[in-house]
Nanobody, 124 residues
Framework: QVQLVESGGGLVQAGGSLRLSCAAS????????MGWFRQAPGKEREFVAR????????YIADSVRGRFTISKDTAKNTLYLQLNSLKPEDTAVYYC?????????????????WGQGTQVTVSS
């Protein structure tokens, strides 16, 4: 199994930036792709971005494309999400997820492992 630990969330003003980190441990050799999701209170979990662990494929949701960037440090088994030009509607708990499939898509059910989440709050 794989363990994921997110960090880097916090409270920022609109227009600010944050960098979220997701440290993976355990059987990381089974991970083929990793992604970020977010969930606001009362709303369903929403896909944000994903990246194949070999770095060959990256996809960012339309809602955040141009503002968010996904990246990784393979040597550290760490995934990052750079959040720029933050808006109040970006406020949510952000979750890191890992999939044993190299092409998991955007559905949360296609991911096998999840972190505990990190809160991002953007004030007006």
């Amino acid at each position: 199994q794989v363990q994921l630990v997110e960090s880097g969330g916090g409270l920022v003003q609109a227009g600010g930036s944050l960098r979220l980190s997701c440290a993976a441990s355990g059987r990381t050799d089974s991970v083929a792709a990793m992604g970020w999701f977010r969930q606001a209170p009362g709303k369903e979990r929403e896909f944000v971005a994903r990246m194949s662990w070999n770095g060959r494929s990256t996809y960012i949701a339309d809602s955040v494309r141009g503002r968010f960037t996904i990246s990784k440090d393979t040597a550290k088994n760490t995934l990052y999400l750079q959040l720029n030009s933050l808006k109040p509607e970006d406020t949510a708990v952000y979750y890191c997820a890992a999939s044993t499939s190299p092409v998991p898509g955007t559905g949360a059910t296609r991911y096998d492992y999840w972190g505990q989440g990190t809160q991002v709050t953007v004030s007006s």
